[in-house]
């Protein structure tokens, strides 16, 4: 996933970003979409004071995907009011140019409009993890030139924001490239060492069929050298032109099949595999035609989450949540659904699930 598309494979076509939105959450406050062709990027701020840490607490069961890049920023507190929604997921952060983390390769880790709210957000008893990679930028694991380098490199974000969990979001180019996973597993491993207590999660791209061998290696690696995994988040949208079903049925395929696989490559139990999954659909129409995710799967998709207590779900993104102002339509829109669909809908619905 990324701020401004998701390929996540050779071929498919680029994942929309939601961009600045009004509409449902208007009363509460403006809330930014991820990408559109009206946002702007940010502008660089003069670096800010640390935030204080939240109390530390188990993590909860939704969190939707926000982008960080684009303004008018994403209202993370006026959301938590409207929504009861406290926790989200910011993306994403990348190489600035070198070893040097920014959000979405060009916003300083000081200045960004949404990362500025956590302090609000926390107060009101929410939370954030940070999301490193996506589908665009370089990579910081194949910007960095040893693990070392790249474990500081996150450690500056963890530490700027006092985070108690993270994610790895390792698609595209940067998922085949064994020396970058590598160094990714190296750097998780220190960073784990220097923050005892991290939660770590990998957001990967999954088929029906499970996850694809790259990120079973992945996996395998990260394991090898250390690093404690508590989410394997699986991507379950844009499969290809020759899956026309429901996709509420394919996300379940994908995390059973994702399930089996890290019984075997995490060396997991049955429940500590299932606890250890998690899913984000695309919500509405998802970019390659035919593909729809509607409320109905939402709900069916937390039936499946309740009865193997999965690690949560998410979504991409949280901004597309509302109705089109013409109606449903046959493509992905950036600030929209493109489904009937009233307000809301898939955060009122995802947000059901509770473990």
């Known amino acids: 996933m990324s701020n401004a598309a998701h390929r996540r494979r050779p071929g498919r076509t680029a994942k929309l970003t939601a961009a600045a939105l009004a509409g449902a959450l208007a009363a509460a406050g403006a809330v930014a979409a991820a990408g559109s062709a009206h946002a702007t990027r940010a502008p660089h701020a003069t670096r800010a004071p640390h935030t204080a840490p939240a109390p530390r607490a188990a993590h909860p069961r939704f969190a939707p995907y926000v982008d960080t890049s684009l303004t008018p920023a994403y209202d993370l507190a006026g959301t938590a009011r409207a929504t009861g929604v406290k926790h989200v997921t910011l993306a994403f952060v990348t190489s600035g ?30 939370d954030v993890r940070v999301s490193f990679g996506g589908a665009n930028g370089t990579e910081l694991a194949a910007a960095c030139s040893s693990a070392a380098e790249l474990a500081a490199a996150y450690g ?39 923050h005892p207590g991290l939660d770590v999660s990998f957001t990967l791209p999954v088929m029906p069929e499970g996850l694809t061998p790259d990120g079973v290696r992945l996996l395998a690696d990260a394991r090898r050298h250390g690093v404690r995994i508590s989410t394997v988040n699986i991507m ?14 394919y996300a379940v395929r994908a995390a059973t099949a994702t399930q089996a696989q890290l019984r075997k490559t995490l060396g997991l139990g049955d429940a500590d595999a299932w606890r250890t999954v998690s899913v984000t659909p695309m919500i509405g129409v998802n ?21 193997k207590h999965l690690a949560g779900l998410s979504m991409w993104s949280a901004t597309r949540d509302r109705p089109c102002p013409g109606g449903p339509a046959p493509t992905a829109r950036p600030t929209c659904s493109s489904v009937d669909q009233a307000p809301l809908a898939f955060t009122t619905a995802l947000g059901a699930y509770t473990g």
């Open 287 to 307: 970019d390659v035609a035919g593909e729809v995710f509607r409320p109905a799967d939402a709900t069916a998709l937390v039936h499946f989450a309740r009865t």
């Open 156 to 194: 500056t974000v963890v530490d700027r924001f006092a985070l108690t969990a993270v994610d790895f979001d390792i698609e595209g180019g940067a998922l085949p490239d064994a020396a970058t996973t590598t160094r990714c597993a190296q750097a998780v491993a220190r960073l784990q060492k220097q």
């Open 97 to 126: 140019g070198g070893c040097v983390p920014r959000w979405g390769g060009t916003g300083d880790l000081g200045g960004d409009a949404v990362a500025r709210q956590i302090p609000a957000l926390r107060k009101a008893g929410g």
């Open 236 to 249: 379950a949208m844009d499969y290809g032109s020759s899956y026309r079903g429901a996709m509420g049925t």
